[in-house]
C-alpha cells in the first residue's frame, strides 16, 4: 500500500509543480487530494502504531525494530506541527531585531515586514533543533520502549 500511495504522491507532485499543464483547478483539487492522502497514511501509521505491541514485547528484533520505527515516522510527524505551532506563538510575541526586508530581494518580498522566505532559514533551525528532541524525549520516556533493569537511569 505505501508503495502505490508514494508513486500518486509522486503524480500529484508533478502534476501541481508542473509549468506545461495550465489548469489552475486541476492543480488545486491534485493538492488536495494528495494532502487527504497524506493524511490517511498518517492515520493509518497512527491505528498500526495504536494495535502493535511495544517494542519490548515483540515477538523478535526484527518486528521490534519495524515497531519502533513505526513510532518514529509518527512521532516525527506530529513534533513537526507541534514545532510549526510553537514557532508561530514564539514569533508572534517577539519584534524582529533586524529589518529582514533589506537583506531580500524586491521579487520575494511580501507587502509586510514579517516575511515567511525571510524566515525560512529561521525557521528552519528552529525545526531542526526542536524535532529531534522532541522524537527522543518520546521514545525514551514512552513505557514499554526498552528493557528497564537495575541500570536504567
Known sequence: MLIWTHS???IVCFIGQSDRI??????YAMTFAGMLLYI???????????????????TNL??????TWLRIEISVWFSIIFS????????SCFKHKIDIDLLMDDRVKLPTIDTIVALTTVANTFHS???????????????????KDEGYL
Open 129 to 147: 533543533d526542536l524535532v529531534p528532541g522532541l522524537v527522543t524525549s518520546v521514545l525514551c520516556f514512552s513505557p514499554g520502549s526498552h528493557q
Open 40 to 58: 490517511f497514511v498518517i492515520l493509518v501509521v497512527a491505528k498500526l502504531n495504536f494495535y502493535t505491541p511495544t517494542p519490548y514485547n515483540s
Open 22 to 27: 495550465k489548469a489552475l483547478s486541476l492543480k
Open 8 to 10: 500518486i504522491l509522486t
Open 84 to 91: 510549526n505551532i510553537a514557532f508561530l506563538a514564539l514569533r
Open 62 to 67: 526484527d518486528m521490534g525494530a519495524v515497531i
